[in-house]
């Protein structure tokens, strides 16, 4: 059993920072492909970000490439996922998802079988 905790949302303005972080339970994280998705009010759930268990491979939705970036520390049990140059349009609730059951695509929510509970990120303009 996985436990994801989010941390780090908030109210920003456009052009601005946040840092969000996922910690994770559970001694086998450091083999999971950990994932960031997001949602906002009226639309279906998006894929953001993904990173492979050892940091090696990255993945973005086009719409956050060259603004977001995801790291993780396996020593921590945490996921970031640095986000600049925010725009109204990533006002969302964010989620931090883990696969462990190494599925070969990290970019669909299917293959996530633990899900944090979420944390708010507006953006105001």
């Known amino acids: 059993q996985v436990q994801l905790v989010e941390s780090g949302g908030g109210l920003v303005q456009t052009g601005g920072s946040l840092r969000l972080s996922c910690a994770a339970s559970?001694?086998?994280?450091?083999?999971?492909?950990m994932g960031w998705f997001r949602q906002a009010p009226g639309k279906e759930r998006e894929f953001v970000a993904a990173?492979?268990?050892?940091?090696?491979?990255?993945y973005y939705a086009d719409s956050v490439k060259g603004r977001f970036a995801i790291s993780r520390d396996n020593a921590k049990g945490t996921v970031y996922l640095q986000m600049n140059s925010l725009k109204p349009e990533d006002t969302a609730v964010y989620y931090c998802?883990?696969?462990?059951?190494?599925?070969?695509?990290?970019?669909?929510?299917?293959?996530?079988?633990?899900w944090g509970q979420g944390t708010q990120v507006t953006v105001s303009s």
């Open positions: 990173i492979r268990w050892n940091g090696g491979s990255t």
């Open positions: 998802a883990a696969d462990s059951s190494f599925h070969l695509s990290v970019v669909v929510a299917g293959s996530y079988n633990y």
């Open positions: 559970g001694r086998t994280f450091s083999a999971y492909a």
